[in-house]
């Protein structure tokens, strides 16, 4: 149980285009969604939280317009890198949290989409 | 300031060995203090977690970390490796009064037959 899949796995895409990365939860209810990053040899950095149809919170410093997300259901969360740079060239991660859990700590997390910007 | 520091991105021990792997955070507040693994293409999976109970934790495949405030470190040991506990293994915080983790950097574990 609680399984979280990301698709797609890895992607390949030029500078300029926009990517949008899939979240799901695929045996429960995710009222609350998190993204983050994490570029090589280093930490895991929350990006944005997202409840389920209500706007993002996105970490200090994180692009809201560049980092597009959309939690539209409460087992799909999306994220759309818009014109995409090779400095967003990085492994995002998402979590979610299951409806009726208390804490936020209790996250069940997906496998990782690894994007490479050329 | 939050912060996580796992000490050695890489450690490598021989089958039947001990493993000790190293987590030290800073916080301004009581934490709870995590340890997650990452197998190749696979999300992170809870091993084990400190949430002010006891300071010594198990948790799942025989591991388990001691809470330490005086010396502001959760490291994570295992008596006897197995070739099968090979991954990446994350140190993490979670704050309340912030709603989310601080990772460590991760460290890699590789296991010789």
């Known amino acids: 149980g609680a399984v979280v899949s990301q698709h797609p796995s890895r992607v390949i895409c030029k500078s300029g285009t926009s990517v949008k990365i899939e979240c799901r939860s695929l045996d429960f209810q995710a009222t609350t969604m998190f993204w983050y990053r994490q570029f090589p040899k280093q930490s895991l950095m929350l990006m944005a939280t997202s409840n389920e149809g209500s706007k993002a919170t996105y970490e200090q410093g994180v692009e809201k317009d560049k980092f597009l997300i959309n939690h539209a259901s409460l087992t799909l969360s999306t994220l759309t890198v818009t014109s995409a740079h090779p400095e967003d060239s990085s492994f995002y991660i998402c979590?979610?949290?299951?409806?009726?859990?208390?804490?936020?700590?209790?996250?069940?997390f997906g496998p990782g989409t690894r994007l490479t910007v050329l | 300031a939050q912060s996580v520091t796992q000490l050695g991105s890489h450690v490598s021990v021989s089958e039947g060995a001990l493993v000790l792997l190293r987590c030290n955070y800073s916080?301004?507040?009581?934490?709870?203090l995590f340890w997650y693994v990452q197998y190749p293409n696979q999300g992170l999976q809870l091993l084990l977690k400190y949430t002010s109970a006891a300071t010594l934790v198990k948790g799942i495949n025989g591991f388990e970390a001691e809470f330490k405030k005086s010396e502001t470190s959760f490291h994570l040991t295992k008596p006897s490796a197995h070739m099968s506990d090979a991954a990446e293994y994350f140190c993490?915080?979670?704050?309340?009064?912030?709603?989310?983790?601080?990772f460590g950097s991760g460290t890699k574990l590789n296991v010789k037959p």
């Open positions: 993490a915080v979670f704050l309340d009064n912030f709603n989310k983790f601080y």
């Open positions: 979590s979610a949290r299951e409806k009726g859990r208390k804490s936020y700590n209790e996250q069940f």
């Open positions: 916080s301004s507040v009581p934490p709870y």
